[in-house]
Each structure stands twice: as structure tokens, then as C-alpha cells.
């Protein structure tokens, strides 16, 4: 079946445009995950949706930084004012299960890798 | 405080070679998880394996294996009779039960297997 997908693949933007990256999860998976890979680094948790609930926020960096997931579904990360200091790859993940039940395996998407300029 | 150590930065071998990457992880929860993810040049991140805190038993594969021993707090990767087509970098990451879902990764290791 169909991975995580993820939308666009590269964003090259100026500083001080906002940006929106997208994600589409494994159809069926009700967890959502936003992380951040900095080049030579291990991927950062961001955020978490459980259905369309947003049920962590404690890795979003400062207030620049917004997810949503309006149907449970599709999620999309919004950058506002982007800085150069934004620039790394953004990774979506998505899990079968409410971790409630237990930690479950993330199936991560391609990636957006992002530039400010 | 969750954390994982991958201490090689960049690893290489020539082809056919075995090759061990390691992985050391400190938590306070009794009940974590251990994972492992493969990143090919491509750049997308493959899942390997996942293991949980009361699984000891080592794990064999086909060419991979893996090497769980809590009283180290490890969780090594073997992979035996390397190939070029194993290059890529090899990232361990925790994930606790007790309500913190995120994963904590490793700053991976990158295996280069030459020809």
C-alpha cells in the first residue's frame, strides 16, 4: 500500500515568507508526527496529532511554528516568517494505533527539505 | 532524562565485511522501546526493527542482526558480509511508554561499505 507522502519535496523560500508543508498519512493510521532533521543529526519530535486532536506541542520551537489536522487526516506544518535558521529537512511520520496502547512503529514519509534563503 | 548515544559517527568497510554499530540509550522508564532506522542516500527513513524493554532476545534477520543487553543499555546492529548497497546511515532511536510517544533519536552512524 501507499507510505506517507509528503508535499513538496523541496521548498526553496526568502526569509520572511511563511511556508506550509504537507503531509498524508498511511490511510488508517490515526497518529500523526512532525519532526525536524537538521543535516548530520538525528530527526527532533515537533508535534503530535491523535485523530485531529493535537496532543503535543512541546517540540515546536517558538510561536512561528503551527500544525494542524482539521480531519484526522491530512496535516499540514506552517512556518510563519520563515528564518534561515528554519532550513532542514521536515519528516512526517504516521502509526496504526493510539499510543494509549502502547508505543506503536512510526512509518516516516520522503521528507521536505526546506532552504531560506 | 531520555537519551541515545551513537558514539561512531561514520563507519567504513570494505565489502564483505562484518560491521557492528552501536547504540546506547538511557531512560528511567521501565518499559521503553528501542528502534532502529536505516536512511539510504536517497534520504528517506526505513524502518528495521523495534524491540521493547522486555524482549531480551536477539534477533536475527538474514544479514542483520541485532544485540538488546540491558545492563549495558544496548542495542547493537551487526551486519554481517556487508555490501555496497548497505551504505547508508544507520540511526537508533527511544521511545518510553509512559506517555512520551515521541521518538528520542541517536545522531546516527554512517556506514560506508566499499567495493
Known amino acids: 500500500g501507499a507510505g506517507v507522502s509528503q508535499s513538496p519535496r523541496y521548498k526553496v523560500t526568502k526569509r520572511g515568507q511563511d511556508v506550509a508543508l504537507r503531509c498524508d498519512p498511511i490511510s488508517g493510521h490515526v497518529s500523526l508526527y512532525w519532526y525536524r532533521q537538521a543535516l548530520g543529526q538525528g530527526p527532533e519530535f515537533l508535534t503530535y496529532f491523535n485523530y485531529e486532536a493535537q496532543q503535543d506541542k512541546s517540540g515546536l520551537p517558538n510561536d512561528r511554528f503551527s500544525a494542524e489536522r482539521p480531519e484526522g487526516s491530512i496535516s499540514t506544518l506552517t512556518i510563519q516568517r520563515t528564518e534561515q535558521r528554519d532550513s532542514a529537512m521536515y519528516r512526517c511520520?504516521?502509526?496504526?494505533?493510539?499510543?494509549?496502547?502502547?508505543?506503536?512503529?512510526?512509518?516516516f514519509g520522503p521528507g521536505t527539505r526546506l532552504l531560506v534563503l | 532524562a531520555q537519551k541515545v548515544t551513537q558514539a561512531q559517527t561514520e563507519i567504513s568497510v570494505v565489502e564483505k565485511e562484518d560491521v557492528t554499530l552501536d547504540c546506547v540509550y538511557e531512560t528511567r522508564d521501565t518499559t521503553y522501546y528501542l528502534f532502529w532506522y536505516k536512511q539510504p542516500p536517497s534520504g528517506e527513513l526505513v524502518f528495521l526493527i523495534r524491540r521493547n524493554s522486555f524482549d531480551e532476545q536477539n534477533e536475527i534477520s538474514g544479514r542483520y542482526s541485532w544485540n538488546f543487553q540491558k545492563s549495558t543499555s544496548s542495542f547493537n546492529f551487526t551486519i554481517t558480509a556487508s555490501q555496497v548497497v548497505d551504505s547508508a546511515v544507520y540511526f537508533c532511536a527511544l521511545s518510553e511508554s509512559s506517555g512520551t510517544y515521541k521518538y528520542i533519536f541517536g545522531t546516527g552512524t554512517r556506514l560506508k561499505v566499499l567495493a
Open positions: 511520520a504516521s502509526s496504526l494505533e493510539h499510543p494509549g496502547t502502547g508505543v506503536k512503529t512510526q512509518y
